[in-house]
Nanobody, 118 residues
Framework: QVRLVESGGGSVQTGGSLSLVCTPSGRTFSYSDMAWFCQAPGKEREFVALISSTDGTWYGGPAMGRFTIARDNAKNLLYLQMNRLKAEDTAIYSC????????????WGQGTQVTVSS
C-alpha cells in the first residue's frame, strides 16, 4: 500500500520558518512529479509548489520567494522549506505524488497543520 505522510508542521509566529517533510512508503517516486498543496479553513485547496522528476520547480504566487521545494531521491523524501511565514499561510499542507495526466495527482498525504500567529 502506498502512503504519503507529512511531518514538520506546527505553530510559529509571523516571520518564522518551518520545514515540512513528506515521507512516502510503499514505492519510490524518483521518476514522478511531486508537489505541495495547502488548504485553509473555508477555502479550496491551493497549489504551493511542484518539483518534477528532473528537479524543475514551480511555485504558486504566495510561495514564490519564500518557500523552497526540494527532493532527495536517495532517501525518497520531499521537502518544503517555508520562510518568512505570514498569518495567511495558516493551512493544512499536503504532499502529492505522480501526476494523473488530468491536472491532479494519484497519491495524497493526509496533511500537516501549519499555524502562523501574528
Amino acid at each position: 500500500q502506498v502512503r504519503l505522510v507529512e511531518s514538520g508542521g506546527g505553530s510559529v509566529q509571523t516571520g518564522g520558518s518551518l520545514s515540512l517533510v513528506c515521507t512516502p512508503s510503499g514505492r519510490t517516486f524518483s521518476y514522478s512529479d511531486m508537489a505541495w498543496f495547502c488548504q485553509a479553513p473555508g477555502k479550496e485547496r491551493e497549489f504551493v509548489a511542484l518539483i518534477s522528476s528532473t528537479d524543475g520547480t514551480w511555485y504558486g504566487g504566495p510561495a514564490m520567494g519564500r518557500f523552497t521545494i526540494a527532493r532527495d531521491n536517495a532517501k525518497n523524501l520531499l521537502y518544503l522549506q517555508m520562510n518568512r511565514l505570514k498569518a495567511e499561510d495558516t493551512a493544512i499542507y499536503s504532499c502529492a505524488a505522480e501526476s494523473d495526466g488530468r491536472g491532479g495527482y494519484v497519491y495524497w498525504g493526509q496533511g500537516t497543520q501549519v499555524t502562523v500567529s501574528s
